[in-house]
């Protein structure tokens, strides 16, 4: 029998936290969920419990000194989860600090056996666990106590919290005699907050490792998984190639063999306002008369001004959208997760079975990306995920685009992009054009030219080029890859 | 001078009530849910309890239950208090006031005496 099916999982049912659980968390099992003042660790906790209510389970949150049972009650009213017919009835709230001060550890065990007993819950919250610690028990004491307790919750099957206003993963016996310990944090970039969750350990589940950011939101904290971890973890390989697609400029397919392989990840690289989003319109549009579902999810233009720019060029998408065939997402590139923005695209591609998908305006995603460390790792995984769902890609990027503009940049683009698509302005006898090449493509021949690119109010075309042309050198990578050498 | 039994799991509600009760000359006995209420009715007998209804081992509905059943107490005036009173059958329990949470000590106060005054 496969490890770990042999321990039975409870789903926390709380948005991004099973997926890093790898499952959920093991079931009657003692865990320690700390993190410091505001940090959402007795959001996160009540949550599962209220979220487990729902379902007919029994809940019990006991409070050491902490916030008072109705000011905690007024808090989760703003959530949700919080249903105020449970109180009393599913989910129990009583105090536990008067057994503490008047009977110490062995005082709090009894009543906590006692509550077991009498309400058999398969959640217990015990809250401001740190006043355990500082009734002044002796280390022997405390981790007697612990050891009792987790014992106790085992032999009960209840899943039991413990909520704590530390930090660190420290020598206490909190935090070795427990079964898991996570931690919450909030940390700042600059004047934006960020907040973080951290496994440092869970016996008995695939956890992933590392931080993972999350927000507090309407219905409670929602986590985000670090998707380079996600993609690390299932190590999923994108299936053999199944033909090409027409990237919607017939001109332009016949340039390149057809289209770009299905699946594939096509980088649209170019100056600003050469045209890179009226492509990536071109080829959404071709999906959706191929009656694919279609996403697109900008940083740049916002919706309406992608529908209209569409308009002029003869591309009518608004129907589409009214369909639900097209879905059009927009971030302002401000304070944006970029693991929130990765979840949410997966999710409506998984939902709606979308196959082609175009991110307009990339650079401005990475530049806002609150772990600007992360970026080339994040993009790499995103990339990989949208192959393995078989999604094929469109990507605009302006340039400049390699970073210090030589070709070692190539070291990640290749896994980041299967087709590299250079759009340029030239000039010829003092008249300035557009032009297009190709700088990579998977699994297809394609003519090493600069082809002429025309838009007019029928779209874009492409003229094959046979006369030799003059590139902008201000603006041309090719120029730059030739004539750059690193130090 | 006059004594109140308060009966309540969380160490906030009896410290502030105890404090507030004592500044207005009350005698104040706290207990921190409704075994340990009864072990101190044994030999003490307030002149009101004020109890909260969710308390572990034995809760508020319980006690007043208990308290005015046994002839020795069954006099003594009952005021349960609640932040959650959809939650409770009070249907069948004797008690004389029921309060909901949060409330002001004041109105407590006032409500407090006019039983004693009544009884």
Partial sequence: MDKMARIKLMHTGVVGFDEILGGGLPSGSLYLIQGLAGSGKTTLACQIGFLHAKQGEKVVILTLIAESHVKMLNHFSNFSFFDESLVGERVMLFGGYASLAQEGL???????????????????????????????????DLAEFMHSLNSLVASMVCTTFLISPVEGNVNDSENTLVDGVIELSQRHQGMRPIREIKIYKVRGADHLLGKHVFKVKENGVVIFPR???????????????????????PSWDQCIGGGVVRGSVTCLLGSPGVGKTLMGLHFIEQGLRDNERCLVVGFDESPPSLIAKAEKIGLELTSSIADENLEIMWYLPLELLIDEVASRMLDVIKQRGVTRLLIDGLDGFRNIAAHPERAVSFLIALMNELRVRGVTTFVTEQLPYFGSGFLNADSFSSALYDNIMLLEYGQADRARFRKISVMKLRENGYEMLDHQMHISDAGISVTRAGLELEGNSGNSAHDRLTDDKPD | MKSI????????????????FELHDFKVVLASQGRQA???????????????????????????????????????????????????????????????????????????????NKH
């Fill in chain 2, 38 to 116: 009864l072990e101190v009715l044994q030999d003490f007998t307030p002149d009101v309890i004020l109890s909260d209804c969710m308390m572990p081992l034995m809760d508020g509905l319980e006690l007043c239950t208990q308290v005015k059943s046994a002839p020795s107490t069954a006099h003594i005036p009952f005021i349960l208090m609640s932040a959650s009173p959809k939650q409770h059958d009070l249907s069948s329990v004797r008690y004389d006031l029921f309060l909901q949470k949060p409330f002001v000590f004041n109105d407590l106060l006032d409500k407090v005496t006019a039983l004693l």
């Fill in chain 1, 227 to 249: 998707i380079e971890a996600i993609s690390t973890r299932s190590n999923l390989a994108p299936a053999a190639s199944t033909g090409h697609v027409s990237v919607g400029i």
């Fill in chain 2, 5 to 20: 039994l308060i009966v309540d799991d969380e160490v906030d509600i009896t410290d502030t009530f105890s404090m507030l």
């Fill in chain 1, 106 to 140: 062995r005082g709090l065990l009894k009543l906590i056996t006692g509550m077991l007993t009498t309400h058999k819950p398969g959640i217990l919250i015990i809250d401001g666990f740190r006043s355990v610690r500082n009734s002044g028990p002796s280390d022997l």
